[in-house]
T-cell receptor, first 111, second 117 residues
Framework: DTAVSQTPKYLVTQMGNDKSIKCEQN?????MYWYKQDSKKFLKIMFS???????INETVPNRFSPKSPDKAHLNLHINSLELGDSAVYFC??????????FGPGTRLTVT | AQSVTQLGSHVSVSEGALVLLRCNYS??????LFWYVQYPNQGLQLLLK??????LVKGINGFEAEFKKSETSFHLTKPSAHMSDASDYFC???????????????FGKGTRLSVIA
């Protein structure tokens, strides 16, 4: 019974393509997040949703579009992929104001 | 604005020796503080957290950390390192306490712990 799951775990694609990453949590949390971990392992918030409503959008290119069909799911769609988008993307959830639970990550490689 | 500084991108200790990973934070509101560990090719696992109350907090796998407001620090310690402790450790701050409640985590750059047999 995985708490926060992401699919796919690995994603290899070419520049210019469009791809999606899916995230689901079964913890009943109200808030979900997307973080990006770069090649130096630095983690930075991208988006935050609370009860399907976008709360935080941290200077992310508009090629990235999160979508939350319900409070248990937060998907990330990326248009026109660029080399610099290669990273590990983590989904997380929390019941504010407590700790966040992270998914296993999706390693995106753009060639 | 909040920030976290982890001193030492790489710390190496001998097996059985004390582990000390340093974390200093900056926050305009009373912080929540967290330590996470990331094992290779895995997500982040919470080691411990400080929210309120006792300033010395104990976590999993024998780790503990002490919140020192005067020093704006939240250093992670373990009395005796084990080979399985080798991994990447991240300190994070959240301003949720006193804030709107939707503050995401702000992470330090991480410290890689190596344990030498």
């Amino acid at each position: 019974d995985t708490a926060v799951s992401q699919t796919p775990k690995y994603l290899v694609t070419q520049m210019g393509n469009d791809k999606s990453i899916k995230c689901e949590q079964n913890l009943g949390h109200d808030t979900m997040y997307w973080y990006k971990q770069d090649s130096k392992k630095f983690l930075k918030i991208m988006f935050s949703y609370n009860n399907k409503e976008l709360i935080i959008n941290e200077t992310v290119p508009n090629r990235f579009s999160p979508k939350s069909p319900d409070k248990a799911h937060l998907n990330l769609h990326i248009n026109s992929l660029e080399l610099g988008d290669s990273a590990v993307y983590f989904c997380a959830s929390s019941q504010i104001p407590y700790e966040q639970y992270f998914g296993p990550g999706t390693r995106l490689t753009v060639t | 604005a909040q920030s976290v500084t982890q001193l030492g991108s790489h710390v190496s200790v001998s097996e059985g020796a004390l582990v000390l990973l340093r974390c200093n934070y900056s926050s305009s509101v009373p912080p929540y503080l967290f330590w996470y560990v990331q094992y290779p090719n895995q997500g982040l696992q919470l080691l411990l957290k400080y929210t309120t109350g006792a300033t010395l907090v104990k976590g999993i796998n024998g780790f503990e950390a002490e919140f020192k407001k005067s020093e704006t620090s939240f250093h992670l310690t373990k009395p005796s390192a084990h080979m399985s402790d080798a991994s990447d450790y991240f300190c994070a701050v959240s301003g949720a306490r006193g804030g709107s409640g939707n503050t995401p985590l702000v992470f330090g750059k991480g410290t890689r712990l190596s344990v030498i047999a």
